[in-house]
């Protein structure tokens, strides 16, 4: 069992920044691979980044690809979402979720065995 507690989220205007942080803990082995989702109010959940934990290789959705940063800090077991050049419509519900199978796809969300309870994102124009 591997439990994730997300933090940083808050109301920004276009523009501006936030870091998300996802800390893992109660976990025997390190999780495979971790990612970012988020949820729009009506709108499905979308896989924005991800990464494997015992790598460098880092994945994005098109819509935040050049804005986002996923990035981890194994000493602290904490993985982060460095986010600049917020928008409105990244305005949305984030959630950190971790997996341990192999995976064909890393930002799809059925991969993912364990997920946090979600920090709201607000970006005001």
């Known amino acids: 069992q591997v439990q994730l507690a997300e933090s940083g989220g808050g109301s920004v205007q276009a523009g501006g920044s936030l870091r998300l942080s996802c800390a893992a803990s109660?976990?025997?082995?390190?999780?495979?691979?971790m990612g970012w989702f988020r949820q729009a109010p009506g709108k499905g959940r979308e896989g924005i980044a991800a990464?494997?934990?015992?790598?460098?290789?880092?994945y994005y959705a098109d819509s935040v690809e050049g804005r986002f940063t996923i990035y981890q800090d194994n000493a602290k077991n904490t993985l982060y979402l460095q986010m600049h050049s917020l928008r409105p419509e990244d305005t949305a519900v984030y959630f950190c979720?971790?997996?341990?199978?192999?995976?064909?796809?890393?930002?799809?969300?059925?991969?993912?065995?364990?997920w946090g309870q979600g920090t709201q994102v607000t970006v005001s124009s």
């Open positions: 979720a971790a997996g341990n199978s192999v995976v064909e796809s890393i930002l799809n969300a059925d991969e993912y065995d364990y």
């Open positions: 109660e976990y025997t082995y390190r999780p495979y691979f």
């Open positions: 990464m494997y934990t015992g790598g460098r290789s880092t």
